[in-house]
């Protein structure tokens, strides 16, 4: 908006004729754009034909503390790996201590070449 008014694409408004706090106009235009922006904008990108890269994060997609939860997660493992391209590993100490993150790696492996795993230690 501000590249556009400076530009002279958007109308200057007077601050003196208008009585009211200045940037009101962004704050009218600006937060209902955002607020769309983040609930559609993955829908939108699609319509134009994006689909980007997605990302699972397990820590944060499988549920840490609730084991029925977690037992659902784990289950859907193979579809998602399934579906993937490659798999990044931010390999700790801790990494291989639970048994879903063997099965994890175990099943990616027997999906896809070594070549499409990377290993980073953290």
Request: charged share 20%.
């Amino acid at each position: 908006l501000g590249i556009a008014t400076s530009a002279g694409w958007a109308p200057m408004i007077d601050s003196e004729a208008f009585e009211a706090p200045k940037g009101v106009v962004c704050r009218i235009v600006l937060i209902p754009t955002f607020l769309f922006m983040l609930f559609f904008s993955s829908d939108i990108r699609s319509l134009f034909g994006y689909n980007g890269p997605s990302v699972f994060l397990d820590k944060t997609c499988i549920h840490q503390e609730d084991t029925e939860i977690q037992r659902q997660g784990i289950e859907k493992l193979g579809a998602f790996l399934c579906h993937s391209e490659r798999m990044v590993i931010l390999y700790t100490d801790w990494y291989l201590r639970k048994l879903w993150t063997v099965y994890e790696v175990a099943s990616f492996l027997a999906l896809h070449p070594l070549e499409q795993v990377t290993a980073i230690p953290f």
